[in-house]
């Protein structure tokens, strides 16, 4: 027999829900003492059958009832607890917005960043000291290339082997010796030469491009860049010029200019009668792709080098480029950025 005041007793004085639910199995599940009740009753007379049958049921009625005030009962002095403890002091003050500014440059590099991650190109980076095998010979920049010149190398080492690098083509051979052809990789990063004015500093910012894969062509690079600048200078409408020129690394080479015109001495990207140089490209010279360890009789594509500070310089209306590193905090509050407005294409890229 049952003794349901001891059971419904029990059940009431449950602690919490674990031990309801643990009583709960024991009174009424398959193994309790009620369900081997309910067995029997087959063994038994029909009428007699009937009265154990509805005492049973009433039974487990008041059990199942007991169970179900009990829980709600937890339940409730549950959720007080719980708003005890998750008291919020509403005469706190509220948080103070941060003091920190994003410089220009990094800035326009999340810029770039997020709008040729659209197109499918990730970021790679490499070292600010580099070798000069890298940085020059492997570019298909022999020793005795005038292009070396121009360059104006800061060199560390006194058998000019190991230099700060000055652009930031060498990632290009460092990615491709990484990897297995296709390449799509934007390169971000710090260049060095030895050359200070108002339009140069002796370290700035590049952003290296490359795409290799089987059939890609110069039109390619031009959508490319096209997108780009339509998109970073949230422009509809860009007259872009390519100009044949020279690098040792690429073959054929261009320089970019976009159009621009001056509004009240403001420059206003996009057309006009002015032109502006923004970058140099080309198709990757063979023999750049062959020290690179890609075969170029299968694989072929572009690469392009950017200045961004002079892009950061042109977008937001700053005119000396060495402010960008002279560390001045008023200025930096000035032309900064929010940290917490993170650039994306969706929400916008500027402010
Ligand atoms: N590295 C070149 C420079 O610094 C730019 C460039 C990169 C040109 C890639 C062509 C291809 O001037």
Redesign the pocket.
């Known amino acids: 027999m049952v003794d349901l005041r001891e059971l419904i007793q029990k059940v009431l004085q449950a602690k919490n829900k674990l031990e309801l639910q643990n009583l709960k199995t024991q009174f009424l599940g398959k193994n309790s003492q009620i369900n081997q009740e309910f067995k029997k009753l087959g063994s038994l007379a029909e009428d007699e059958r009937k009265t154990r049958a509805a005492s049973l049921n009433n039974e487990k009625q008041k059990i199942t009832e007991a169970i179900n005030s009990r829980f709600k009962e937890l339940e409730k002095s549950e959720i007080n607890q719980k708003l005890q403890k998750d008291k919020v002091d509403v005469t706190l003050p509220a948080r103070e917005r941060p003091n920190g500014k994003i410089h220009p440059v990094s800035q326009v590099i999340d810029e770039i960043s997020s709008i040729f991650s659209e197109i499918g190109f990730s970021v790679a980076e490499g070292p600010d000291v580099e070798t000069e095998y890298n940085n020059f010979t492997a570019l298909n920049t022999p020793e005795d290339h005038p292009a070396r010149d121009m360059h104006d190398t800061f060199y560390l080492d006194g058998n000019k082997k190991i230099l700060l690098r000055t652009?930031?083509?060498p990632v290009q051979i460092r990615a491709m010796l990484s990897g297995k052809p296709p390449f799509k990789i934007i390169v971000p990063g710090r260049t060095y030469r030895c050359d200070s004015d108002q339009t140069h500093a002796p370290m700035f910012h590049?952003l290296?491009g490359l795409h290799i894969d089987k059939d890609i062509t110069m039109g390619h690079l031009k959508g490319c860049l096209d997108y780009f600048v339509k998109e970073f200078f949230e422009v509809k409408k860009l007259q872009m010029r390519f100009r044949p020129s020279h690098?040792p690394?690429?073959e054929p080479?261009a320089e970019v200019d976009i159009g621009y015109r001056l509004e009240n001495g403001r420059i206003i990207v996009g057309e006009g009668d002015k032109w502006l140089e923004i970058l140099?490209?080309?198709m990757v010279h063979p023999n750049v792709l062959k020290n690179a360890k890609v075969d170029p009789k299968k694989f072929q594509g572009f690469?392009?080098?950017m200045g961004i500070d002079r892009l950061a310089m042109l977008k937001y209306g700053i005119n000396d480029l060495r402010s960008f590193f002279e560390a001045d905090y008023r200025w930096l509050n000035y032309f900064g950025f929010d940290p917490l407005d993170v650039p994306t294409n969706y929400r916008g890229l500027s402010r």
Do not use: D, K, R, V
Request: net charge negative; aromatic share 20%.
């Open positions: 652009h930031t083509s590049q290296e690098f690394f690429t080479s140099g490209c080309g690469a392009f080098g």
